[in-house]
């Protein structure tokens, strides 16, 4: 089975670019909206390192999703797109001061903090203005997640966060200076994570955590348990919509929360993965000794997840009905890695075929370069092709 595509139109498109079918998006959005909504205590955030494409932000933060960000790019992107400054919260290991400032000129909701030195910065920066700066630290819950290894973040190993034996010392550090507030906990464990039991993990850790703080007196207001939720990557029309009743349910049943506490999701992947697709051509098609080459248009430049992670991708043959044969489909970059999948049945390719590169919403658009000398992609919603 194919997904629904308006073919004709995007043919007039030059390729490559991304086509986001904003009917995915919206009712991705409406699950969200109802799964997270049966909890009272829920916020949800996008996460905008995932896509941050106009079109998209508008039509997410006017679902009424808070902000997720990692750069002083990404509030700008965030404000821009109407994102409110109260739901905007902003991660990372590596803030500089000037989106420290930003962020507290902005009145962003949290700082969420990853060490020591950096909590020093921000209260010093926040004094200067005369603020007091809310912050979250990020705990570094050392739970692995069933998932690539370059996408997991929580392990012990791994660059974020602070580690858990330092979590009393960091929140007394904080409860002593003027400018910062201390508002809770966040943590991130890793993407792509489709096992329940690795987010379950996760609850476990943070009950642990909330028993022991409260051995000292400490109560938090917010948790952030971060994003990671994955989706179908191998069957995109059928499964369209991640399983955000389950994950939020897995949530709702597992932590802990006490009374008055917040609880704080940063999804990126499960909101903008399925509506994107990267559209390219075929432009030869070259038969090796051992196998046949799709050679398209797009190449890793354009949506380089294959390349980086060993990602799949399911693609799809718009132009054609014949019977299948078997390719590798590969761009037209100088690196031997610039394969989107090799040995993968297609309707029979010709030159101009046009091609669908499925589930290419979500770290698609965004991570593009211009190696090669290539222009970046560009980016259409359904509604203006
Ligand atoms: C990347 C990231 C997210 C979003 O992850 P997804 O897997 O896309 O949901 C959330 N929070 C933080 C801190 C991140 O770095």
């Not at 959005?29 to 896509?51: D, P």
């Not at 106009?54 to 039509?59: A, F, G, Q, Y």
């Not at 000129?105 to 603020?131: H, Q, R, T, Y």
């Not at 196998?291 to 132009?319: C, W």
Request: with cysteine; charged share 25%.
């Amino acid at each position: 089975m194919k997904g629904s595509f308006p073919t004709e139109r995007l043919t007039k498109i030059e390729t490559p670019f991304y086509y986001y079918d904003t009917d995915v998006l919206r009712e991705t959005l409406r699950t969200i909206r109802t799964q997270a909504g049966r909890h009272e205590a829920f916020e949800v955030h996008y996460a905008i390192k995932a896509n941050a494409n106009p079109k998209l932000l508008r039509t997410i933060s006017e679902a009424g999703l808070g902000a997720d960000c990692v750069s002083g790019g990404e509030i700008q992107a965030a404000l821009k797109a109407g994102f409110p400054p109260h739901k905007i919260v902003y991660a990372g290991v590596g803030k500089s001061d000037w989106e420290i400032n930003l962020g507290l000129d902005n009145d962003i909701f949290c700082f969420n903090v990853e060490s020591i030195p950096e909590l020093e910065v921000i209260n010093d920066l926040a004094g200067i203005k005369g603020k007091t700066a809310r912050v979250c630290f990020r705990i570094n819950p050392d739970v692995g997640a069933h998932t690539h290894a370059n996408i997991t973040t929580g392990l012990a190993e791994n660059k974020f966060g602070i580690a858990m034996s330092d979590m009393e010392d960091v929140i007394e550090r904080a409860c002593g200076m003027k400018h910062v507030e201390f508002i809770g906990l966040h943590f991130h464990i890793g993407s792509q994570i489709l096992d329940m039991g690795d987010f379950e993990a996760l609850c476990n850790r943070i009950n642990e955590l909330q028993e022991q703080l409260e051995r000292h007196h400490i109560q938090v207001n917010n948790i952030n348990v971060g994003g990671g939720l994955g989706v179908s990557y191998a069957h995109p029309n059928r499964e369209p919509i991640p399983d955000f009743k389950s994950y939020f349910e897995t949530y709702a049943r597992k932590l802990k929360l006490r009374n008055g506490q917040r609880l704080h999701f940063e999804l990126g992947r499960a909101v903008v993965a399925q509506c994107g697709s990267l559209i390219t051509r075929v432009l030869y098609v070259k038969q090796g000794t051992a196998k046949q080459f799709a050679i398209v248009d797009a190449g890793m430049t354009d949506l380089i997840r294959p390349a980086l992670y060993q990602a799949f991708h399911k693609i799809e043959n718009l132009s054609s009905e014949e019977p299948c044969e078997t390719y590798d489909v590969v761009g037209p970059i100088c690196e031997s890695s610039d394969v989107f999948a090799k040995a993968v049945d297609l309707n029979r390719c010709k030159r101009g075929d046009l091609v669908a590169i499925r589930s290419a919403g979500a770290y698609g658009e965004i991570m593009a370069s211009q190696y090669n000398c290539r222009n970046l992609p560009k980016g259409y919603v359904k509604e203006e092709i």
